[in-house]
């Protein structure tokens, strides 16, 4: 990581420029000096107690990471929609998992990151911002290190990380758009089934109507929260399974596999502010299902 010093930090002392123009957490600091990572001045090593002046170049270079041995790289096809020195979007297909579990240790999307990080010789392990379900495929962020994840991860809180989902819902929709603002709680006979429950979280779904289709409906949404299988909880809830998802009474005659897709994802970059807009067509699977 590097910032070129403006003139309104012009004869600060390097530790308040990295604390407050950077944004570098005293913690981080620290992990710098005592892991590995090294803090250049113009090109030569200096230390938080350095004096610096307008247009000087200063440089971060972050510790190395270890990696978990839960996660095993692995040599996978890996979607790459787009990569800079922080981050990383790629395009998950259905059937693959976010993460390992310990019933599927192997063939995961952080495999096949580690996987990529390897062969690059990136030392960095894996950090997912958001994630998707496994039989849900579409737009993710992955970032290659602990400080970007962090900053991605605040930018996801306040709101300015955006998702758009295109799903196949059974039946036909009775109304062209909707807000549905239902809380959702796990089940309690379960660990992974959801439901809605007035005891449970807080969760907004945006809808609106795509087109229709012989006994389905194409959807367009937009989450105001993130709840675990927020989007086929809600349209379970309202009769309107999505097509294949079996766990919540969708029919699986025509689909396999929960018919979701993340279509667009818009981000700010955690370090330059510039917005970040990629837009991914539906698989082949779900496009089947247009006519």
């Known amino acids: 990581m590097e910032w070129v010093v403006g003139s309104d930090c012009d004869q600060q002392l390097l530790r308040l420029f990295l604390r407050e123009g950077c944004q570098l957490s005293k913690r981080t600091l620290a992990d710098i000096k005592f892991n590995g990572g090294r803090i250049l001045l113009n090109g030569h090593e200096a230390t938080v107690r350095a004096t ?64 990529y990080y390897q062969e690059k010789g990136i030392p960095a392990t894996f950090h997912a911002v958001n994630r998707l379900d496994k039989d849900t495929s579409g737009l993710l962020v992955v970032a290659k290190h602990r400080f970007a994840h962090d900053r991605l991860s605040k930018l996801q809180q306040q709101g300015r990380l955006k998702r758009r989902y295109l799903a196949i819902v059974a039946g036909k929709l009775s109304r062209e758009r ?13 660990i992974i089934t959801r439901q809605v429950d007035a005891r449970g ?21 937009t989450l105001e929260t993130g709840r675990t299988h927020q989007i086929r909880v809600h349209f379970s809830h309202l009769g309107h399974p999505l097509l294949g998802d079996d766990l919540y009474g969708g029919p699986v005659e025509q689909m396999k596999r929960q018919a979701l897709h993340c279509c667009r994802l818009e981000v700010q970059h955690p370090f330059t502010d510039d917005r970040l807009v990629f ?13």
Do not use: C, W
């Open 279 to 291: 837009e991914q067509p539906l698989p082949d699977d779900m496009t089947a299902l247009l006519g």
């Open 52 to 115: 610096v002046f307008e247009g000087d170049r200063v440089t971060v270079e972050l510790p190395p990471e270890d990696v978990s041995p839960s996660m095993q790289p692995e040599k996978l096809e890996l979607k790459i929609v787009y990569e800079d020195s922080h981050l990383l979007v790629l395009d998950k297909p259905a059937g693959m998992a976010t993460i390992p579990s310990r019933e599927h240790p192997r063939h995961s999307l952080a495999n096949a990151v580690l996987g």
């Open 201 to 221: 979280q807080r969760a907004i779904t945006h809808y609106e109507t795509e087109a229709y289709l012989e006994g389905a409906t194409l959807v367009k949404i």
């Open 178 to 190: 909707g807000t549905i603002d239902l809380p959702i709680a796990r089940q309690s006979d379960s």
